[in-house]
C-alpha cells in the first residue's frame, strides 16, 4: 500500500528544489547551496546524482571554476639568511607570535626514534621578516625533552604543556606530562626565564600528540595519546581559563584520536582526522602492525549548546583520512577571533583497512583523487569555508612534495591576495621510494594470503594482487627544513564576474598584441615575413658560378638560365647549396612556397647558373603585396641524439662527440628554431632536412652526437642522419675558425677601456630603453644602470627581471646595431662563451660559430666604444623563439634617479609579459588570441586528446586549464596569483633589487635549471639555487655596504673589499681604514 504521506513529500522536495533555482537565478549562490544539500538527505537515491551536479554548478559559481584563482595556490622558496637552524625534528611544539615563530623538543622520527631528541630542551625562535633563525637562551625550571607537546602565546609570553618523555637509564619508563611551563618573553633578553604555572583545580591526565588551540582568552585541549590509559586513544576535552589558570573538564568527543588537529571559530570547537584505536585483524596483513589507522571523522564542539555534532560536508570534495596534518585559521583582517577560513597541508594517511582495497576501492573512495592516495604521505592543501561547510583543494602552479609534521603561520594579506608559510615536514619523495619488502616479510604475507583465502576473505586469488592492494612499503621518510611562502586568493568563496580574469578577456583590440614588420633590410625581424638573409641584401662576393667552388658560393641566391629541361625555371632565383662531385653539378633549392611546400632540390651544371643581384627592399614590398603563400622559412624542428650521461654544452657534443659507452643510450632532445637565417644556414637547413617530415609549414632535422662508424654511414635506417650529423658539424667547426679572429679582435679593442675612461665617458648612469621588437602595442621598458656592470650580469640581473624573463634558462647574444649593412653583418656577437642551454645549437645558424665573452665586457665599455650619444645593441633571448630586443643607451644626469638606488634602478615600463617557450611571436598572439575570444581554443578530454574547437571564457573550467598549462606553468610566470602577463612596476623593481643581490650565475649550467624533484627542498625546482648575498663568502664578491652582487669595484689600496659606488666606499671607509692600511703595512 502506498504511503499517504508520499506525495505530500514529493511536493515540498519540489518546492524546494524550485528555491533552489531562483536563489540560484537571483545570484544568492550560498543560499542555493543550502537548499540543495538540504535536499540529499530527503531525496530518493535515484535523485542523487541531479542533486550532486547541481551542488557542484553552485560550488563553481561561489568559488570558480577548476584552474581558477580561487582553486590554486602558488608556493615560492622562502630562503634563509641565517647558516644557523634548529635540529631536524618532528613532533615537536610550535606557536607563532607577532612576527617570530617558536619552536620547541621533538624527535628524530625519520630514524624511526619516538624517543625525545637529547636536544629537544631547545627553543629556537625564526624571525619572518629578516628569515633567520637564532638559538633563544633560557634559564630556570625548563620542561625538559618531550615530544608530542603544544606551545600557545599568551600576553607576550609562552606557554607549553604535555608531550612525552622516557626514561633511557635503567628500565625504559615513559612520563606524560602535565605540568603547564610558562617562558618569560616579556623580560629582558639574551636569557629567557621558564617557570612552572600553578594551576586550580584538576588537571587532565598527561598526554602527547593531542590537539589544542587557543580561543578567546582561553586554551582548549582534546583527546591524544597516553598508553598508560585503557585503549592508549583518548577522547576528553579540557579547557584551560586564561584569566585564572583554571582547568575545566569538558564533554568527551564521540572517537579516540590523535595526531589530529582542531582550531575554533563560529563559538565552536572543529576537530578533524587524527588516529584511532581499532583491534586488529589478523586475517589482513596490512593491518599486522597497525592499530591506530587514520580517519576521517569531522566534528564540532558547541562550546554554548556544550554539544557534539558530525560536520556536513558539501560538494565532493572532502579531507579523507588523515592524520599529522597541519591547520592554520585564515582572517579576513588582522585581530578577527572568526577565521573565514581553513587551510590544511600536507599530513599522512595510515593505510590500515578492514579489506584490501582494490584500485576501484580507491576510485570509489578517493575520487580523482586516488592516485594521490596511492602514497601514505600527503600534498594536498585545502580549504575550508567556515560558513558554507564546502572544501576545495588548492592545486599548486608548480608541481610539490608530499610532507606531514609540517608548520604554518600568516604572513600577510595585500593586494587580494593572503600570503602564509609553510614549513619544514618529512614525507618521501614518490620517484625515489622504496617498496622492496625483505624475504621473511614476503613470506609471512605470503602465509597470511593463502590463510585469508581458506577462511573466506574477500582477497585477490594472486598474490602479487594481494600485496599491491595491502599498499605495504618500506616507506623511508625524509626530513626537511626549508620554509615556503605560499599564496592563496583573499576573496575565498566571494566570486564574482569581475576580477583581473575578466578584465582580460575583454582587453579591447587596440591592447592586444601583433606581430609587426618593418620591411627593412636591417628590421631584426624581418625573417618574420620573407625567406631571406642580411647577406641577400649586399652585393655578392663573387661574380660566377664555376665548377667545385662550395666554400664562396654554399647558400648564394642564384638564378637558373638555360635550363633546358626545365625551361619553366629559367629566371628563377634559388639557393646554391652542396657541390655534388658524382655528377659535376651543383645542388639548388627553390624558395618553398616556390616548390610548392616540397623540400627537394635540382643538380644544375654550373654553366646554367648565374650570381643573382642584390635584393631591394622594392623587390621584397613586391613579393609580399603579390602572392599570398606564407614567405618565410619554416620553423625547423632539430632531434640531437645525445648521451643520457651527456652534460656538455650541446654544440661540444656536435663537433667533438665522446663514444657512447657499452650499455650506454642515448636521449634524443628536441626544440625549435624561428629565428633568422645566414644565407650558409639557409643551405645547410635544406640540406639536412628530413624529406620525409618536412614541409613550408616545420621541417625537421635530425643529428646524432656520437662518433660514427663504417657501418652506420652503410645503414640504411642511420645513413641520412649520419651525413646530416657530419655536415652540420663541419659547418659548425667552419663558422668557428671563421668567427674566432673577429671575436679575439673585438675582445682586445674592448680591454683597451679602462675604468677611468669608462667613468669620463658615461658618467654615473647610463639610461637604457629596451624594447621587444616587431610586437604592437609596445612591450617596454626603462632603467638606469651603472657602467661598469658587464654584459653578463645586465642579462642576467636586469634585463631579465625587468622583460619578466627567466635568467640561466635559455642562450642569449648581444651585438652594436648600424646602419651600414656591412657594418651590421660583421657586428661582433657578445654572449656566454658556453651555454648548457638547449637552444645555443641554433647558435651557428645566425650568431655564429662564437661569441666575444660578456663576462669581460661591461655595458660601459661597449657604450665608450663608440664616439656618439646614443647608442642602439640589439639583445637576443631565447635562440630558439628568438625575442629580439632593440636597446637604445645615453648618459643620464642621474636627476630622476632616487637617492637610495644602487647599480641598477627601473624607472617604468608598458606593456604585457610573454611566457618563456611560447613558440615565439606567432603563437605568442595566437596565445593571447585564444584567451581573449579571438580565435577557438582546443578542448581535450581527460588524457589531453582534443575532441573540440571553440571559443571559452574565464567561467570555463577549459579556459583557466589553458592559461595555467600555457602561461601559468612557464618558469617565469610561477612568483605570484593575479595576472602573471601583466607588467607590474612594484613587483619588477622588488625582482631587480633581489637579482643585483644575488651572484651572476655561471654560464654553461644552464641544463641544470630545468624542473627536478627533490625532497630536500620540496618542490619541483631548479637545481641550480639562486644564492642569496648572504651565503656569498669572498667579500669582494658583494657591496660592503648594500650587498649588492654586480658593478662592483675593489679597493684600489688593499683589493680586499669591494663596493658598488664611491658613495658606498666613502661610507664604509671609517669602518674599513683600518684594515686597509694593516693589509698595505703587510705587503711591503
Same mark, same amino acid.
Given at each position: %500500500? %502506498?504511503?499517504?504521506?508520499?506525495?505530500?513529500?514529493?511536493?515540498?522536495?519540489?518546492?524546494?528544489?524550485?528555491?533552489?533555482?531562483?536563489?540560484?537565478?537571483?545570484?544568492?549562490?550560498?543560499?542555493?547551496?543550502?537548499?540543495?544539500?538540504?535536499?540529499?538527505?530527503?531525496?530518493?537515491?535515484?535523485?542523487?546524482?541531479?542533486?550532486?551536479?547541481?551542488?557542484?554548478?553552485?560550488?563553481?559559481?561561489?568559488?570558480?571554476?577548476?584552474?581558477?584563482?580561487?582553486?590554486?595556490?602558488?608556493?615560492?622558496?622562502?630562503?634563509?639568511?641565517?647558516?644557523?637552524?634548529?635540529?631536524?625534528?618532528?613532533?615537536?611544539?610550535?606557536?607563532?607570535?607577532?612576527?617570530?615563530?617558536?619552536?620547541?623538543?621533538?624527535?628524530?622520527?625519520?630514524?624511526?626514534?619516538?624517543?625525545?631528541?637529547?636536544?629537544?630542551?631547545?627553543?629556537?625562535?625564526?624571525?619572518?621578516?629578516?628569515?633567520?633563525?637564532?638559538?633563544?637562551?633560557?634559564?630556570?625550571?625548563?620542561?625538559?625533552?618531550?615530544?608530542?607537546?603544544?606551545?600557545?602565546?599568551?600576553?607576550?609570553?609562552?606557554?607549553?604543556?604535555?608531550?612525552?618523555?622516557?626514561?633511557?637509564?635503567?628500565?625504559?619508563?615513559?612520563?606524560?606530562?602535565?605540568?603547564?611551563?610558562?617562558?618569560?618573553?616579556?623580560?629582558?633578553?639574551?636569557?629567557?626565564?621558564?617557570?612552572?604555572?600553578?594551576?586550580?583545580?584538576?588537571?587532565?591526565?598527561?598526554?602527547?600528540?593531542?590537539?589544542?588551540?587557543?580561543?578567546?582568552?582561553?586554551?582548549?585541549?582534546?583527546?591524544?595519546?597516553?598508553?598508560?590509559?585503557?585503549?592508549?586513544?583518548?577522547?576528553?576535552?579540557?579547557?584551560?581559563?586564561?584569566?585564572?589558570?583554571?582547568?575545566?573538564?569538558?564533554?568527551?568527543?564521540?572517537?579516540?584520536?590523535?595526531?589530529?588537529?582542531?582550531?575554533?571559530?563560529?563559538?565552536?570547537?572543529?576537530?578533524?582526522?587524527?588516529?584511532?584505536?581499532?583491534?586488529?585483524?589478523?586475517?589482513?596483513?596490512?593491518?599486522?602492525?597497525?592499530?591506530?589507522?587514520?580517519?576521517?571523522?569531522?566534528?564540532?564542539?558547541?562550546?554554548?549548546?556544550?554539544?557534539?555534532?558530525?560536520?556536513?560536508?558539501?560538494?565532493?570534495?572532502?579531507?579523507?583520512?588523515?592524520?599529522?596534518?597541519?591547520?592554520?585559521?585564515?582572517?579576513?583582517?588582522?585581530?578577527?577571533?572568526?577565521?573565514?577560513?581553513?587551510?590544511?597541508?600536507?599530513?599522512?594517511?595510515?593505510?590500515?583497512?578492514?579489506?584490501?582495497?582494490?584500485?576501484?576501492?580507491?576510485?570509489?573512495?578517493?575520487?580523482?583523487?586516488?592516485?594521490?592516495?596511492?602514497?601514505?604521505?600527503?600534498?594536498?592543501?585545502?580549504?575550508?569555508?567556515?560558513?558554507?561547510?564546502?572544501?576545495?583543494?588548492?592545486?599548486?602552479?608548480?608541481?610539490?612534495?608530499?610532507?606531514?609534521?609540517?608548520?604554518?603561520?600568516?604572513?600577510?594579506?595585500?593586494?587580494?591576495?593572503?600570503?602564509?608559510?609553510?614549513?619544514?615536514?618529512?614525507?618521501?619523495?614518490?620517484?625515489?621510494?622504496?617498496?622492496?619488502?625483505?624475504?621473511?616479510?614476503?613470506?609471512?604475507?605470503?602465509?597470511?594470503?593463502?590463510?585469508?583465502?581458506?577462511?573466506?576473505?574477500?582477497?585477490?586469488?594472486?598474490?602479487?594482487?594481494?600485496?599491491?592492494?595491502?599498499?605495504?612499503?618500506?616507506?623511508?621518510?625524509?626530513?626537511?627544513?626549508?620554509?615556503?611562502?605560499?599564496?592563496?586568493?583573499?576573496?575565498?568563496?566571494?566570486?564574482?564576474?569581475?576580477?583581473?580574469?575578466?578584465?582580460?578577456?575583454?582587453?579591447?583590440?587596440?591592447?592586444?598584441?601583433?606581430?609587426?614588420?618593418?620591411?627593412?633590410?636591417?628590421?631584426?625581424?624581418?625573417?618574420?615575413?620573407?625567406?631571406?638573409?642580411?647577406?641577400?641584401?649586399?652585393?655578392?662576393?663573387?661574380?660566377?658560378?664555376?665548377?667545385?667552388?662550395?666554400?664562396?658560393?654554399?647558400?648564394?641566391?642564384?638564378?637558373?638560365?638555360?635550363?633546358?629541361?626545365?625551361?619553366?625555371?629559367?629566371?628563377?632565383?634559388?639557393?646554391?647549396?652542396?657541390?655534388?662531385?658524382?655528377?659535376?653539378?651543383?645542388?639548388?633549392?627553390?624558395?618553398?612556397?616556390?616548390?610548392?611546400?616540397?623540400?627537394?632540390?635540382?643538380?644544375?651544371?654550373?654553366?646554367?647558373?648565374?650570381?643573382?643581384?642584390?635584393?631591394?627592399?622594392?623587390?621584397?614590398?613586391?613579393?609580399? $603585396?603579390?602572392?599570398?603563400?606564407?614567405?618565410?622559412?619554416?620553423?625547423?624542428?632539430?632531434?640531437?641524439?645525445?648521451?643520457?650521461?651527456?652534460?656538455?654544452?650541446?654544440?661540444?657534443?656536435?663537433?667533438?662527440?665522446?663514444?657512447?659507452?657499452?650499455?650506454?643510450?642515448?636521449?634524443?632532445?628536441?626544440?625549435?628554431?624561428?629565428?633568422?637565417?645566414?644565407?650558409?644556414?639557409?643551405?645547410?637547413?635544406?640540406?639536412?632536412?628530413?624529406?620525409?617530415?618536412?614541409?613550408?609549414?616545420?621541417?625537421?632535422?635530425?643529428?646524432?652526437?656520437?662518433?660514427?662508424?663504417?657501418?652506420?654511414?652503410?645503414?640504411?635506417?642511420?645513413?641520412?642522419?649520419?651525413?646530416?650529423?657530419?655536415?652540420?658539424?663541419?659547418?659548425?667547426?667552419?663558422?668557428?675558425?671563421?668567427?674566432?679572429?673577429?671575436?679575439?679582435?673585438?675582445?682586445?679593442?674592448?680591454?683597451?677601456? !679602462?675604468?677611468?675612461?669608462?667613468?669620463?665617458?658615461?658618467?654615473?648612469?647610463?639610461?637604457?630603453?629596451?624594447?621587444?621588437?616587431?610586437?604592437?602595442?609596445?612591450?617596454?621598458?626603462?632603467?638606469?644602470?651603472?657602467?661598469?656592470?658587464?654584459?653578463?650580469?645586465?642579462?642576467?640581473?636586469?634585463?631579465?627581471?625587468?622583460?619578466?624573463?627567466?635568467?640561466?634558462?635559455?642562450?642569449?647574444?648581444?651585438?652594436?646595431?648600424?646602419?651600414?649593412?656591412?657594418?651590421?653583418?660583421?657586428?661582433?656577437?657578445?654572449?656566454?662563451? $658556453?651555454?648548457?642551454?638547449?637552444?645555443?645549437?641554433?647558435?651557428?645558424?645566425?650568431?655564429?660559430?662564437?661569441?666575444?665573452?660578456?663576462?669581460?665586457?661591461?655595458?660601459?665599455?661597449?657604450?665608450?666604444?663608440?664616439?656618439?650619444?646614443?647608442?642602439?645593441?640589439?639583445?637576443?633571448?631565447?635562440?630558439?623563439?628568438?625575442?629580439?630586443?632593440?636597446?637604445?643607451?645615453?648618459?643620464?644626469?642621474?636627476?630622476?634617479?632616487?637617492?637610495?638606488?644602487?647599480?641598477?634602478?627601473?624607472?617604468?615600463?608598458?606593456?604585457?609579459?610573454?611566457?618563456?617557450?611560447?613558440?615565439?611571436?606567432?603563437?605568442?598572439?595566437?596565445?593571447?588570441?585564444?584567451?581573449?575570444?579571438?580565435?577557438?581554443?582546443?578542448?581535450?578530454?581527460?588524457?589531453?586528446?582534443?575532441?573540440?574547437?571553440?571559443?571559452?571564457?574565464?567561467?570555463?573550467?577549459?579556459?583557466?586549464?589553458?592559461?595555467?598549462?600555457?602561461?601559468?606553468?612557464?618558469?617565469?610566470?610561477?612568483? !605570484?596569483?593575479?595576472?602573471?602577463?601583466?607588467?607590474?612596476?612594484?613587483?619588477?623593481?622588488?625582482?631587480?633589487?633581489?637579482?643585483?643581490?644575488?651572484?651572476?650565475?655561471?654560464?654553461?649550467?644552464?641544463?641544470?635549471?630545468?624542473?627536478?624533484?627533490?625532497?630536500?627542498?620540496?618542490?619541483?625546482?631548479?637545481?641550480?639555487?639562486?644564492?642569496?648575498?648572504?651565503?656569498?663568502?669572498?667579500?669582494?664578491?658583494?657591496?660592503?655596504?648594500?650587498?649588492?652582487?654586480?658593478?662592483?669595484?675593489?679597493?684600489?689600496?688593499?683589493?680586499?673589499?669591494?663596493?658598488?659606488?664611491?658613495?658606498?666606499?666613502?661610507?664604509?671607509?671609517?669602518?674599513?681604514?683600518?684594515?686597509?692600511?694593516?693589509?698595505?703595512?703587510?705587503?711591503?
Amino acid at each position: %500500500m %502506498m504511503d499517504p504521506s508520499r506525495p505530500k513529500k514529493q511536493a515540498m522536495l519540489s518546492m524546494r528544489w524550485e528555491k533552489a533555482a531562483a536563489a540560484m537565478r537571483e545570484g544568492n549562490h550560498k543560499e542555493a547551496l543550502r537548499l540543495y544539500h538540504s535536499l540529499l538527505a530527503d531525496s530518493p537515491q535515484s535523485d542523487t546524482a541531479m542533486i550532486n551536479e547541481a551542488i557542484e554548478g553552485v560550488i563553481d559559481e561561489i568559488y570558480g571554476p577548476k584552474g581558477s584563482d580561487e582553486s590554486i595556490c602558488v608556493w615560492k622558496h622562502y630562503p634563509l639568511l641565517s647558516k644557523s637552524k634548529p635540529p631536524g625534528l618532528q613532533f615537536r611544539a610550535t606557536c607563532q607570535m607577532g612576527d617570530k615563530i617558536y619552536v620547541h623538543g621533538g624527535c628524530d622520527f625519520c630514524e624511526n626514534d619516538i624517543l625525545p631528541s637529547s636536544d629537544g630542551d631547545e627553543v629556537w625562535e625564526f624571525n619572518i621578516t629578516k628569515r633567520q633563525w637564532r638559538h633563544i637562551k633560557t634559564a630556570g625550571k625548563s620542561p625538559g625533552p618531550r615530544t608530542g607537546h603544544s606551545m600557545f602565546p599568551w600576553k607576550g609570553d609562552l606557554y607549553l604543556w604535555g608531550g612525552m618523555m622516557e626514561e633511557r637509564s635503567g628500565t625504559p619508563r615513559r612520563y606524560y606530562f602535565t605540568k603547564l611551563y610558562k617562558l618569560n618573553m616579556t623580560g629582558k633578553g639574551p636569557v629567557y626565564k621558564w617557570e612552572v604555572v600553578k594551576t586550580r583545580s584538576q588537571e587532565p591526565i598527561g598526554r602527547e600528540e593531542y590537539a589544542g588551540v587557543l580561543y578567546k582568552g582561553k586554551y582548549y585541549v582534546h583527546a591524544g595519546n597516553n598508553p598508560n590509559v585503557e585503549g592508549s586513544a583518548l577522547k576528553d576535552t579540557w579547557v584551560l581559563n586564561l584569566s585564572n589558570f583554571k582547568w575545566s573538564p569538558l564533554k568527551d568527543g564521540p572517537v579516540t584520536r590523535h595526531c589530529h588537529c582542531m582550531w575554533a571559530g563560529n563559538n565552536k570547537l572543529y576537530v578533524l582526522g587524527g588516529r584511532t584505536d581499532i583491534p586488529q585483524d589478523p586475517a589482513n596483513f596490512s593491518l599486522m602492525n597497525v592499530s591506530n589507522p587514520s580517519i576521517e571523522d569531522f566534528v564540532s564542539f558547541d562550546l554554548g549548546t556544550k554539544t557534539w555534532k558530525y560536520e556536513d560536508l558539501v560538494g565532493k570534495y572532502r579531507p579523507h583520512d588523515l592524520s599529522e596534518f597541519t591547520v592554520l585559521p585564515l582572517y579576513n583582517k588582522d585581530g578577527d577571533d572568526e577565521p573565514s577560513s581553513v587551510v590544511i597541508w600536507g599530513g599522512y594517511r595510515d593505510p590500515g583497512r578492514p579489506k584490501t582495497m582494490t584500485l576501484a576501492d580507491m576510485k570509489a573512495k578517493f575520487g580523482e583523487e586516488h592516485e594521490e592516495f596511492r602514497l601514505p604521505y600527503k600534498k594536498r592543501l585545502l580549504r575550508f569555508d567556515m560558513k558554507t561547510n564546502v572544501w576545495k583543494p588548492l592545486k599548486p602552479t608548480s608541481p610539490i612534495l608530499p610532507k606531514a609534521q609540517s608548520f604554518m603561520c600568516r604572513l600577510k594579506s595585500e593586494n587580494g591576495i593572503t600570503h602564509f608559510l609553510i614549513a619544514e615536514g618529512y614525507g618521501v619523495d614518490p620517484d625515489h621510494d622504496t617498496r622492496d619488502l625483505s624475504e621473511r616479510t614476503r613470506a609471512e604475507a605470503h602465509r597470511l594470503h593463502q590463510d585469508a583465502i581458506a577462511l573466506g576473505h574477500q582477497v585477490p586469488a594472486d598474490f602479487e594482487s594481494y600485496m599491491n592492494g595491502q599498499q605495504l612499503s618500506n616507506h623511508k621518510p625524509q626530513y626537511s627544513n626549508k620554509v615556503y611562502e605560499v599564496l592563496v586568493t583573499e576573496s575565498f568563496g566571494e566570486r564574482r564576474e569581475a576580477g583581473w580574469s575578466w578584465n582580460f578577456f575583454k582587453l579591447s583590440a587596440d591592447k592586444l598584441p601583433g606581430v609587426e614588420t618593418v620591411l627593412h633590410p636591417a628590421s631584426p625581424t624581418l625573417h618574420n615575413v620573407v625567406d631571406l638573409s642580411l647577406d641577400d641584401f649586399l652585393q655578392p662576393q663573387c661574380d660566377l658560378v664555376v665548377a667545385d667552388d662550395q666554400n664562396n658560393l654554399f647558400g648564394v641566391r642564384v638564378k637558373f638560365d638555360g635550363l633546358k629541361g626545365r625551361q619553366d625555371l629559367n629566371g628563377e632565383v634559388g639557393r646554391c647549396g652542396r657541390w655534388l662531385n658524382k655528377t659535376g653539378r651543383y645542388e639548388v633549392f627553390l624558395p618553398l612556397y616556390e616548390n610548392g611546400g616540397k623540400l627537394g632540390s635540382i643538380s644544375v651544371k654550373p654553366e646554367n647558373l648565374l650570381i643573382a643581384d642584390a635584393v631591394t627592399t622594392l623587390e621584397v614590398e613586391e613579393l609580399l $603585396t603579390y602572392t599570398s603563400s606564407d614567405k618565410r622559412f619554416p620553423p625547423t624542428l632539430i632531434n640531437l641524439a645525445r648521451t643520457s650521461e651527456s652534460d656538455r654544452p650541446p654544440l661540444d657534443d656536435i663537433i667533438d662527440p665522446i663514444p657512447i659507452a657499452r650499455g650506454g643510450g642515448v636521449v634524443p632532445i628536441f626544440d625549435t628554431y624561428r629565428g633568422p637565417l645566414s644565407k650558409e644556414a639557409h643551405a645547410l637547413l635544406r640540406t639536412i632536412a628530413n624529406p620525409e617530415i618536412g614541409n613550408d609549414k616545420m621541417i625537421a632535422c635530425s643529428l646524432l652526437a656520437q662518433k660514427f662508424s663504417d657501418e652506420d654511414r652503410r645503414n640504411p635506417n642511420t645513413k641520412k642522419m649520419t651525413e646530416s650529423s657530419i655536415f652540420f658539424s663541419q659547418f659548425v667547426r667552419d663558422r668557428k675558425a671563421k668567427d674566432s679572429v673577429r671575436v679575439a679582435s673585438f675582445e682586445a679593442s674592448m680591454a683597451k677601456f !679602462s675604468d677611468s675612461m669608462v667613468d669620463e665617458v658615461c658618467g654615473k648612469w647610463l639610461k637604457v630603453v629596451v624594447k621587444l621588437d616587431g610586437i604592437h602595442p609596445p612591450i617596454r621598458r626603462e632603467f638606469v644602470v651603472r657602467p661598469a656592470m658587464t654584459l653578463r650580469a645586465l642579462h642576467d640581473q636586469v634585463l631579465c627581471p625587468v622583460m619578466g624573463w627567466k635568467s640561466n634558462y635559455h642562450c642569449y647574444a648581444y651585438r652594436k646595431v648600424f646602419d651600414d649593412l656591412q657594418k651590421l653583418k660583421d657586428s661582433c656577437w657578445i654572449g656566454p662563451r $658556453t651555454s648548457t642551454a638547449l637552444d645555443s645549437m641554433f647558435m651557428p645558424l645566425y650568431v655564429g660559430g662564437c661569441v666575444a665573452n660578456d663576462k669581460q665586457i661591461s655595458i660601459g665599455q661597449l657604450y665608450a666604444s663608440e664616439q656618439s650619444d646614443n647608442l642602439t645593441v640589439q639583445w637576443v633571448h631565447d635562440f630558439g623563439d628568438w625575442y629580439s630586443h632593440s636597446i637604445d643607451i645615453s648618459r643620464c644626469d642621474g636627476k630622476k634617479v632616487p637617492s637610495n638606488a644602487h647599480v641598477a634602478y627601473l624607472m617604468g615600463g608598458e606593456g604585457l609579459n610573454i611566457p618563456e617557450d611560447a613558440g615565439g611571436l606567432f603563437l605568442y598572439e595566437q596565445l593571447i588570441g585564444k584567451l581573449t575570444h579571438r580565435f577557438p581554443m582546443e578542448i581535450s578530454d581527460e588524457n589531453d586528446n582534443c575532441v573540440s574547437r571553440d571559443f571559452t571564457d574565464p567561467s570555463s573550467e577549459h579556459w583557466w586549464g589553458y592559461f595555467n598549462t600555457e602561461v601559468r606553468n612557464k618558469p617565469n610566470m610561477q612568483r !605570484s596569483l593575479g595576472n602573471p602577463l601583466e607588467f607590474n612596476l612594484d613587483l619588477a623593481r622588488i625582482d631587480v633589487e633581489a637579482a643585483i643581490r644575488r651572484p651572476t650565475q655561471k654560464s654553461g649550467r644552464e641544463n641544470q635549471n630545468v624542473h627536478s624533484m627533490d625532497f630536500r627542498t620540496g618542490l619541483i625546482h631548479e637545481k641550480d639555487k639562486k644564492v642569496s648575498a648572504s651565503q656569498v663568502k669572498d667579500a669582494t664578491k658583494l657591496c660592503a655596504v648594500c650587498g649588492v652582487t654586480v658593478a662592483l669595484r675593489k679597493c684600489s689600496s688593499c683589493k680586499s673589499v669591494a663596493y658598488c659606488s664611491r658613495e658606498h666606499q666613502v661610507e664604509h671607509w671609517k669602518e674599513h681604514k683600518s684594515i686597509c692600511k694593516a693589509i698595505q703595512k703587510s705587503k711591503k
